[in-house]
């Protein structure tokens, strides 16, 4: 197992969000953690990634405890984290956001820009400068270039132009077919259905139902996803 997170909890100070995650993701897997706002999405995805503090239970990611590991030396080990907002480097060029990330393996920024052409047409233009979109796959290359085991993506469309989404979601799905593993937070059920094989769904920092998304029946999305 790629990514094995056990009984995982987690806290801001003294207020617990989560109270028991239970969520795993294998080689070429992708696993969507679902919920309703607030029910502990992004902080499971911050713990996991080594941005939390993990007060109990486990994360065990490529055969290693990282449950107490630095961010930085999370990302070494091969998670690849596109945050929620971005966080493009606004004072670096398109070009120098991916260089910098850059380690060995088989992502190289050729790819980076067959993916996603327009980063090679904006080469050379300040980050802060894109659109909302063209940061959004800026931050994906980014992380991309990392050649990351696991890619981690927290609502990576959200507030995006409709073609711009479709954009990414193609790029999502060449990803799943290279075999690349992913773990994904988003809204957008329909498209998530269409591109994951695993679903997790949290609710009140608990893992409330964990199985392949063909079995994500109406009523459980209902009962759990509904507003």
Same mark, same amino acid.
């Given at each position: 197992?790629?990514?094995?997170?056990?009984? +995982?909890?987690?806290?801001?100070?003294?207020?617990?969000?989560?109270?028991?995650?239970? %969520? !795993? @993701?294998? =080689?070429?897997?992708? &696993?969507?953690?679902?919920?309703?706002?607030?029910?502990?999405?992004?902080?499971?995805?911050?713990?996991?990634?080594?941005?939390?503090?993990?007060?109990?239970?486990?994360?065990?990611?490529?055969?290693?405890?990282?449950?107490?590991?630095?961010?930085?030396?999370?990302?070494? +080990?091969?998670?690849?984290?596109?945050?929620?907002?971005?966080?493009?480097?606004?004072? %670096? !060029? @398109?070009? =120098?956001?991916?260089? &910098?990330?850059?380690?060995?393996?088989?992502?190289?920024?050729?790819d980076?820009?067959?993916?996603?052409?327009?980063?090679?047409?904006?080469?050379?233009?300040?980050?802060?400068?894109?659109?909302?979109?063209?940061?959004?796959?800026?931050?994906?290359?980014?992380?991309?270039?990392?050649?990351?085991?696991?890619?981690?993506?927290?609502?990576?469309?959200?507030?995006?132009?409709? @073609?711009?989404?479709?954009?990414?979601?193609?790029?999502l799905?060449?990803?799943?077919?290279?075999?690349?593993?992913?773990?994904?937070?988003?809204?957008?059920?329909?498209?998530?259905?269409?591109?994951?094989?695993?679903?997790?769904?949290?609710?009140?920092?608990?893992?409330?139902?964990s199985?392949?998304?063909?079995?994500?029946?109406?009523?459980?999305?209902?009962?759990?996803?509904?507003?």
């Amino acid at each position: 197992m790629l990514l094995e997170v056990r009984n +995982l909890t987690s806290s801001y100070g003294a207020t617990q969000v989560l109270f028991g995650v239970d %969520l !795993s @993701v294998d =080689e070429g897997q992708v &696993v969507a953690l679902m919920g309703r706002n607030g029910m502990g999405k992004s902080t499971t995805i911050r713990a996991i990634c080594g941005l939390n503090p993990v007060t109990a239970g486990s994360v065990g990611f490529a055969g290693t405890n990282i449950s107490a590991l630095a961010a930085y030396k999370c990302a070494r +080990l091969g998670l690849g984290l596109v945050p929620e907002g971005r966080r493009c480097f606004a004072n %670096l !060029s @398109v070009v =120098e956001n991916l260089l &910098v990330a850059a380690r060995p393996g088989p992502w190289t920024l050729a790819d980076i820009h067959e993916l996603f052409p327009i980063l090679d047409q904006r080469a050379r233009q300040m980050a802060d400068t894109l659109s909302g979109g063209e940061q959004q796959m800026l931050a994906i290359g980014r992380a991309l270039m990392t050649n990351p085991k696991l890619l981690v993506l927290d609502e990576a469309t959200e507030g995006l132009a409709p @073609v711009v989404r479709a954009h990414i979601w193609t790029a999502l799905k060449t990803l799943r077919d290279r075999g690349q593993a992913i773990l994904l937070v988003d809204k957008s059920l329909n498209e998530v259905m269409q591109i994951a094989g695993h679903c997790t769904i949290l609710e009140k920092g608990r893992s409330v139902w964990s199985g392949p998304a063909t079995g994500l029946t109406a009523g459980l999305q209902q009962r759990f996803l509904g507003v």
